[in-house]
Each structure stands twice: as structure tokens, then as C-alpha cells.
């Protein structure tokens, strides 16, 4: 063993929990700002059904609604990630720095899939009432102009869902989300820190911008291409018009195939993996840089 490996490395400085929290908000605010125009790109896509390219869905929505179109809804992405990416990331990096100062060594993937999924599911139930806006307002301009909802914004909707419909179809899908969830973030966050890793010690790649975008690039994919059937279940549960119960959501995948094929499942794929790439990137390397610099500069 060389002199290098022999030396212990110096912890880092532990980051509050609330810091955890509230850095893991901004970073995924910041990614959806950026982003967004791809979620309605990509929800229009997997309500519609029958046949429907990225391009042919774009021109559509641009002639026919304009360009602030791409941005409806936003409030609800951000209200989202305000609540879902809050409670996901902070949890994650919390459980991370528990880690960090109890035992020596990084934990292995096993462990960080457990932080990660578990993370994910919390954050998934915390976030659905906004997820659930979030996909309506998306592709409200999409259905005939009798079946709009017409929400002003994340507030109204929030209000009107639960007057009209009842509270509970605020979490509509909450099983679909929280198993998407699961996956998301077992793909997203334990990949980002295992390839990370793998990048550092077998590439010799230097921490800092460049192996955080190349890791997240990788979990991005990963993630897009895991996480799309249960997208495709969960966008179709949430823009259900039902005051009933609504179908399970293996019974939607299960339809899908038997009407629209296998491939169907990863309908979408393209707008959502240019959606979940760029934003798992942005995301995680602004968290990193946040971390990095409230641990230089707090007192």
C-alpha cells in the first residue's frame, strides 16, 4: 500500500441538518428553471396516445399555444422540488454525513441505495400534491377546451383539487410516484456517488466541476431510462377525472403493453432523459458546489 493510500483522509466538515435541507431545495429549484419546457414537452407526449415526435409535439404546442406554454405550470415544478428534492436530497446528504462521522471508509452501494431509496420514498409522499398540479397544469392545454382545468396556479390548483375532488386526489398516484421515487433516486443519487467514486479512484479524475458532470451525466441516463414506466403509470393516474379509486399502477403498465405495445413504456424517453439529464446535472453539481462553499466559508 503506497504512503498516499496509508494517510487517513481528513473528514469533512459536517453541514446542519436544516443547511442540508435547505441546499438541496435551491439546487433542484435552480435545475428546474432550466428544465421545465422538457416536462410539459414530456407529459403532453404520454397522455397522448397513438403515435407523437418530440418534434411534431413541439411545433404543435408552440403554434397552437405559443411559447410561454412550454413554462405553464412552473409554479407547480418549482412548489415540487421546493418540497420533493427539499426532503429527498437533505435526507440523502443527512444520512451521508451520519455515515461519515460514525464510521471509517466509504459506505459501499448496497448502503447507498438504502439511503437513497429511502430518501427518495419520503420525499416522493411530501411531494405528490404538487407533482399532481404539476402534470395537469403541464397538458391542460392539451384536452378539449370543455375538459381544461384552467388552474391560475400551484395555490388554485391545490385548492381546487381538494374542493372539488377531495383531498386525497391530491396524492393520486402516491404509489406510483413513491415507486418511481424509489428508482429515481436509487439510480440518480447511489449511481452519482458510486460512479463518482469509480471516476476518482480508477480515472484519477480531480474532484471538483468536471467529475461531478461526467458522474451526474452517467446517473442521468441511468435514471431516465429506469424511471420511465413508472413515469408513464404515474402521468396517466394523476390526469385521471375519477372522484373513484383509480387504477393500480402496474394495472396501467399492464394496459399499455396489451394496447400500445412494450415500447410504449419508454415513450417519452428522449424529452424525459433530456429533462432528467440536465437537471440531475445541474441539481447535483450546484449541491456539491453549495456544500463546498458553505463548508469554506460558515463559521
Not at 30 to 54: E, L
Request: proline share 5%; hydrophobic share 40%; with cysteine.
Amino acid at each position: 500500500m503506497s504512503k498516499k493510500e496509508e494517510e487517513p483522509k481528513e473528514k469533512k466538515k459536517p453541514i446542519p441538518p436544516m443547511v442540508n435541507f435547505l441546499l438541496g431545495g435551491l439546487s433542484g429549484m435552480a435545475g428546474t428553471c432550466v428544465v421545465h419546457p422538457m416536462d410539459v414537452i414530456k407529459n403532453t407526449m404520454q397522455v397522448h396516445k397513438g403515435k407523437a415526435s418530440v418534434i411534431n409535439v413541439i411545433s404543435t404546442i408552440y403554434s397552437q399555444e405559443g411559447f410561454f406554454k412550454f413554462y405553464s405550470g412552473l409554479t407547480a415544478g418549482l412548489v415540487r422540488q421546493a418540497t420533493y428534492t427539499t426532503v429527498r436530497l437533505g435526507i440523502y446528504n443527512q444520512m451521508q454525513e451520519f455515515w461519515r462521522q460514525k464510521y471509517v471508509g466509504r459506505p459501499n452501494f448496497v448502503v447507498l441505495a438504502f439511503m437513497a431509496g429511502t430518501a427518495g420514498a419520503v420525499g416522493a409522499f411530501c411531494g405528490t400534491p404538487a407533482d399532481v398540479a404539476l402534470v395537469r397544469m403541464t397538458i391542460d392545454g392539451r384536452l378539449p377546451v370543455d375538459q381544461r382545468r384552467n388552474y391560475k396556479n400551484v395555490v388554485d390548483a391545490f385548492i381546487r383539487i381538494a374542493r372539488e375532488e377531495g383531498i386525497p386526489t391530491l396524492w393520486r398516484g402516491s404509489v406510483a410516484t413513491i415507486g418511481r421515487a424509489i428508482v429515481v433516486n436509487v439510480s440518480q443519487l447511489a449511481t452519482y456517488s458510486q460512479v463518482k467514486h469509480l471516476l476518482a479512484t480508477r480515472l484519477n479524475v480531480k474532484e471538483g466541476i468536471g467529475l461531478h458532470f461526467g458522474a451526474s451525466m452517467i446517473s442521468g441516463f441511468i435514471t431516465a431510462f429506469n424511471s420511465m414506466p413508472f413515469d408513464i403509470a404515474k402521468t396517466r393516474i394523476q390526469n385521471i377525472k375519477t372522484t373513484g379509486k383509480p387504477p393500480g399502477m402496474f394495472s396501467v403498465m399492464m394496459s399499455v403493453v396489451k394496447n400500445e405495445g412494450v415500447r410504449y413504456l419508454w415513450k417519452g424517453f428522449w424529452p424525459t432523459y433530456c429533462r432528467i439529464g440536465p437537471h440531475t446535472v445541474l441539481t447535483l453539481v450546484i449541491n456539491e458546489q453549495l456544500m463546498t462553499l458553505y463548508r469554506i466559508y460558515a463559521k
